[in-house]
């Protein structure tokens, strides 16, 4: 996942950052000299503005994502590994946070368990942790559209969604013609697996494992608790 996207990934995503960094200065207010992780950070969109508030460590299993975040913030950490061995950091943490569809890609409801569980040992008392996940009408949207196309000077993909046997998963082939710098296309190939989960069993599992959820809302808008209906839900919690 994501090892021949990296080459294109900053021009190609879609997301409101800045609408992420809003979320995160409400959360951080007047807070200095934090230790701050940010988990799957991918090319590093947030490590930035994270350092305002602390020392920032960049997760993310993708070493080809961590080379570009590193090239826009050389000041943070970044280490290569599994979402799910962040145990091995032996480091706690008074603020992590988990943006853009990253807990989607685990396997199943087990590793999603286990991901909140190794996040809740990871954080301080008092630890806040954000983070967002698809909902099922999104899935269920990404299957129904199935086909998606994006074209331009230097880039041109063709994505197909397919279902699966589980109603909250989605797969996806995606592939790219990549101009090089000889104004050649290069084709390359990538392979999506994405789940989620529903909103009754995140609940369950947060709380279960010692989290308070301060707060959750959909698609940026705290105002909209309509899970149903929307794309993404965000979760504030607190250790």
């Known amino acids: 996942m994501y090892k021949n996207l990296s ?10 950052y800045a609408t992420y960094k809003n979320i995160i200065d409400q959360e951080l207010v007047d807070k200095k000299d934090l230790l701050i992780l940010d988990l799957g950070c991918g090319s590093g969109a947030l490590i930035e503005h994270l350092a305002n508030y602390g020392k920032v460590y960049g997760i993310d299993k993708s070493e080809e994502m961590l080379s570009l975040a590193s ?11 599994d979402l799910l061995d962040i145990k091995n950091i032996n480091q706690t943490f008074d603020f992590v946070v988990s943006a853009f569809d990253v807990l989607n890609y685990l396997d199943n409801i087990k590793q999603f368990e286990r991901a909140i569980k190794n996040v809740f040992d990871s954080l301080e008392d008092g630890g806040i942790f954000v983070f ?12 129904d559209t199935q086909l ?14 397919y279902d699966t046997e589980n109603v909250l998963e989605v797969e996806s082939e995606i592939t790219f013609f ?13 392979f999506q697996k994405q789940r989620t989960y529903n909103i009754s069993d995140i609940n369950k599992i947060l709380l279960s494992t010692g989290f308070k959820i301060k707060d959750y809302f959909c ?6 608790k309509n899970y149903n209906d929307s794309e993404r839900i965000i979760y504030i919690c607190e250790k």
Do not use: C, Q, R
């Not at 967002?132 to 299957?143: G, L």
């Not at 998606?148 to 969604?161: G, L, P, S």
């Open 7 to 16: 080459i294109v990934y900053d021009k190609l995503m879609d997301v409101d």
């Open 71 to 81: 090239n826009k913030y050389p000041k943070a950490s970044y280490i290569a590994m």
């Open 132 to 143: 967002d996940i698809h909902t099922p009408h999104k899935i269920n949207k990404m299957i």
């Open 148 to 161: 998606y196309a994006y074209e331009d000077d230097d880039i041109n993909y063709i994505w197909f969604t």
């Open 178 to 190: 990549i101009k090089d710098k000889n104004n050649l296309y290069k084709k390359v190939y990538e």
């Open 219 to 224: 698609d940026f808008d705290k105002e909209n």
